[in-house]
T-cell receptor, first 117, second 113 residues
Framework: AQKVTQAQTEISVVEKEDVTLDCVYE???????LFWYKQPPSGELVFLIR??????QNEISGRYSWNFQKSTSSFNFTITASQVVDSAVYFC??????????????FGQGTRLTINP | AAGVIQSPRHLIKEKRETATLKCYPI?????VYWYQQGPGQDPQFLIS???????DKGSIPDRFSAQQFSDYHSELNMSSLELGDSALYFC????????????FGPGTRLTVL
């Protein structure tokens, strides 16, 4: 069975601090995708990144970076120099078996990030 | 670029009433997913369709049914509504041969009174 755990329920930091959101996943499949989504107070789900299980390269996009480590089944997300606009709930998600086509997403419990001015 | 369209955006119903949520996927997307997000919860997968056939089923109550039509739009029908059905309902679409990038609609917020 697939499972995603985001142990940090809430994080609060002061603006300009760096913050890392943890994500640990479980799957028996060797082919899978990992995702991060942002959900601002308005409620929509904003896609941030997708990673497949064969690509362990870390990725950086502006102030955002992601660290994928299969050895520890983790896919952590770091925001550098955080801003108030980064305040949102962040979800990590997993889908299995992408070789069989599109599959459902299993989400973690989410981490509520608050950036204080 | 065209996005996933959901209607209505907001819906208020009484207990035991019925509700129908609609989803219009991105053009040329052949797969539709429905997710339910309760207050303070993560989105939970309900059901998906590929080429108008149900392809996967999650924790969808028997009171709910869904289908995908010939134009690929999908409808989620909910009967005998309960207070616990109050949630944000997301539809997502993707292309089966794609890289599983699911594009989410803005959601329908259902409130059951």
């Amino acid at each position: 069975a697939q499972k995603v755990t985001q142990a940090q329920t809430e994080i609060s930091v002061v603006e300009k601090e760096d913050v890392t959101l943890d994500c640990v996943y479980e799957t028996r499949d060797t082919t899978y995708y990992l995702f991060w989504y942002k959900q601002p107070p308005s409620g929509e789900l904003v896609f941030l990144i997708r990673r497949n299980s064969f690509d362990e390269q870390n990725e950086i996009s502006g102030r955002y970076s992601w660290n994928f480590q299969k050895s520890t089944s983790s896919f952590n997300f770091t925001i550098t120099a955080s801003q108030v606009v980064d305040s949102a709930v962040y979800f990590c998600a997993l889908s299995e078996g992408f070789l069989q086509g599109a599959q459902k997403l299993v989400f973690g419990q989410g981490t509520r990030l608050t950036i204080n001015p | 670029a065209a996005g996933v369209i959901q209607s209505p955006r907001h819906l208020i119903k009484e207990k035991r009433e019925t509700a129908t949520l609609k989803c219009y996927p991105i053009p040329r997307h052949d797969t539709v997913y429905w997710y339910q997000q309760g207050p303070g919860q993560d989105p939970q997968f309900l059901i998906s369709f590929y080429e108008k056939m149900q392809s996967d089923k999650g924790s969808i109550p028997d009171r709910f049914s869904a289908q995908q039509f010939s134009d690929y739009h999908s409808e989620l029908n909910m009967s005998s509504l309960e207070l616990g059905d109050s949630a944000l309902y997301f539809c997502a679409s993707s292309r089966r041969t794609g890289n599983n990038e699911q594009f989410f609609g803005p959601g329908t917020r259902l409130t059951v009174l």
